[in-house]
């Protein structure tokens, strides 16, 4: 067992939850989406094309949604207009699992209980092997051995399985940010990284300025940036509210007010 393996093992390291949101795109390319997300995160380089932002986790920590349903949210906010996808791996004291959005379509995900008891469906990873250009042969066939019962190998192992198939797809997660460490650690090694930046919430709202900071090369017409942000914001608020969840709600409206408000502002004259 690897000296990183054993901290996830220690007792207790399980017990507070954490998580990781990797996106299929350079560092420059997240940190211009990021602040829309409305917290600070540390975001480093994690492979070829792959980078990953690592949250404080604050909403969970202060009880107002538990880790699965924040992130998921984060993972759409983030996808949505985005050309790349994104997977947020998550964990808790009762189980773990994953949770992949990109763009409009629907985000899939599976879970595990702490046990490693499958407790999903398994044409989700069907999905996340055709979204993410998986080899279409080898990798479902592993990704569907996470499905099975399997005695030896817990949630975090399920999860350190799923990684084990997408570095065939690229991924390399920097030194230290192992599955299962509680978010205070990750966020302390993710910001002790050389490559570490912070990707700030922006003044004003991530959301206000999420069009003037996307890259030239991915930026799409501003109405039709606004439309996508209402057409992503009103279900989210729908789903938010009948959830009970203030964190998707709110992420709903913000989303929904701003695509509107982009809706009917003139456009700026072209430099």
């Known amino acids: 067992m690897s000296t990183e393996e054993a901290e996830e093992s220690a007792p207790g390291s399980g017990a507070t939850p954490g998580a990781l949101l990797l996106c299929r795109a350079e560092p420059d390319s997240v940190a211009a989406v990021a602040p829309l997300l409305g917290e600070r995160m540390p975001l480093v380089r994690a492979g ?17 949604d538990p880790v699965d349903r924040v992130v998921t949210g984060w993972a759409a906010a983030l996808a949505v207009g985005a050309p790349w996808p994104v997977l947020a791996l998550w964990w808790g004291a009762d189980r773990a699992g994953y949770t992949l959005a990109s763009g409009f379509r629907r985000p899939v995900g599976y879970v595990w209980l702490a046990d490693g008891t499958p407790a999903g469906e398994s044409d989700a990873m069907r999905t996340l092997a055709a979204r993410l250009g998986l080899d279409p042969v080898l990798d ?14 817990d949630a975090r192992a399920r999860l350190r399985g799923l990684l084990a198939v997408l570095t065939r797809a ?3 997660l920097p030194t230290g940010l192992g599955i299962g460490q509680p978010a205070p650690r990750l966020l302390e090694r993710a910001r002790a990284l050389p490559d570490a930046r912070w990707a700030a919430p922006a003044r004003g709202g991530g959301a206000a300025r999420l069009a003037v900071r996307l890259p030239r090369a991915y930026r799409p017409d501003r109405r039709v940036l606004a439309l996508a942000q209402v057409t992503a914001g009103v279900p989210l608020m729908a789903w938010g509210a009948r959830r009970r969840s203030g964190g998707w709600a709110g992420l709903g409206a913000v989303l929904a007010c701003h695509g509107a ?5 003139p456009a700026p004259p072209r430099p």
């Open 140 to 153: 479902p066939r592993s990704l569907d051995r996470l499905t099975r019962p399997d005695r030896e190998a």
């Open 48 to 64: 070829e094309k792959w980078s990953v932002l690592v949250p404080e986790g604050r909403p969970w920590q202060l009880g107002e």
């Open 261 to 265: 408000l982009g809706l009917v502002r």
């Open 170 to 172: 690229g991924v390399s």
